[in-house]
């Protein structure tokens, strides 16, 4: 039966502002500083950028040497291990401001997911009072944060083209984003060149990130054109990629860069579904990194999405991915509960997935079945 599909409501979308795309396009970096230093010279605060690079690469900056440094830069190596915390971005708001660089001409993020979003946080927080916890919602930010660029250096995620920035607080457990047009870099740098080093089993892990948003966007309750559009061609580009004998080719890995800026556009205009508040449980309570977590979150998705499961394990076994399993095997009943609650508190991809009744048919039992069969 065909689905009742509903307006998101969503009508006005920001997109990044400006991007460069390419092989090599990693070089223009110097350009865009260069005029952000010479804009934004003051008396007390000279022409100093903060980066938040990925820790990879601390000991590994030879795909980063085009970028030239200036002495009163600053420079964050950001841990991975962990994804952003609320408590972590107060503590570099901190540093910053100890530093006496609250007023950056720019922040640049170098890396994944992780220090996308940290960069992304940061940028809002210096321009807006209080804990990156008070701004975790929708439409919370008050000000425009400092000009921000993003350069991803692994595909996936969207992050360089959400609106969003996720965030846990670990006091609460909540895992949400400051969802706001301010969190939207400014300016994008596309360079597949920075992905060659990206092992197979991550660059699968983060790519499936993109097809995993739009797939749930696409067989959500709340749709609209534009999302549509995006969702279909990021899917698209996915299955190229993940159905070839070659997924990390110079011209896969081009288009998975691709796919993950407009999965990202896609998810500016639309809602996830199932999979990634299950995936958020995992985050949660087990400290599973996202990208890992809903590729195992795929192994209880049959009954929801039974097309794209099948496409999604065919596209594991062609490539050899390795997923974890049995991850939920022995945990406490604790546990469990917090898997549940963990879950459960996303109201609004659960409901674009599965109407507004989603607790009625995942009862507390249903999702603790679920996730043992993780
Ligand atoms: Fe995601």
């Not at 964050?76 to 107060?90: A, L, Q, R």
Request: aromatic letters at 10%; proline letters at 2%.
């Amino acid at each position: 039966m065909a689905k009742n599909i509903l307006d998101t409501g969503i009508k006005l979308v920001k997109n990044v502002n400006r991007y460069n795309f390419g092989k090599g396009s990693l070089s223009e970096l110097n350009i865009i500083l260069d005029n952000r230093r010479e804009l934004t010279i003051n008396e007390n605060n000279k022409r100093a950028v903060i980066f938040f690079i990925d820790e990879y690469f601390k000991n590994n900056m030879e795909p980063l040497s085009k970028i030239i440094f200036l002495n009163n830069d600053k420079i964050f190596y950001v841990n991975t291990k962990d994804e952003p915390h609320t408590e972590v971005i107060d503590e570099y708001k901190k540093e910053i401001i100890n530093l006496g660089l609250e007023d950056p001409c720019a922040i640049v993020g170098i890396g994944g997911g992780i220090s996308l979003d940290t960069s992304k946080a940061v940028s809002n927080i210096l321009k807006n009072e209080g804990k990156a916890s008070d701004y975790q919602g929708w439409d919370l930010l008050k000000n425009q944060g400092v000009f921000k660029i993003g350069i991803p250096t692994i595909s996936g995620t969207g992050s360089e083209s959400t609106r969003t920035c996720v965030l846990t607080n670990s006091s609460t457990g909540l895992k949400l984003g400051m969802n706001s047009d301010y969190t939207v870099f400014d300016h994008i740098i596309m360079d597949s060149e920075l992905t060659k080093t990206v092992t197979r089993n991550q660059y699968f892990y983060t790519g499936m990130d993109a097809y995993i948003h739009c797939f749930e966007s696409l067989n959500g309750n709340y749709r609209n054109a534009i999302g549509d559009a995006y969702s279909r061609e990021s899917m698209r580009l996915c299955k190229e990629v993940f159905d070839s004998e070659e997924m990390m080719s110079d011209i896969n890995r081009e288009k998975l860069m691709v796919a993950s800026y407009v999965g990202g556009c896609a998810i500016a205009s639309s809602y996830v579904g199932v999979v990634h508040p299950f995936s958020a449980g995992l985050s949660v309570v087990l400290g599973i990194h996202h990208c890992i977590a809903n590729c195992i979150v795929m192994r209880a998705m049959e009954q929801f999405y039974p097309m794209v499961y099948n496409e999604f394990w065919n596209m594991v076994e062609k490539q050899k991915i390795v997923i974890p399993a049995k991850v939920c095997d022995k945990l406490t009943d604790d546990e469990y509960e917090c898997l549940y609650n963990s879950t459960i508190i996303h109201e609004k991809p659960l409901t674009n997935a599965l109407g507004s009744n989603f607790k009625e048919i995942l009862t507390k039992d249903n999702v603790i079945n679920l996730f043992k069969m993780m």
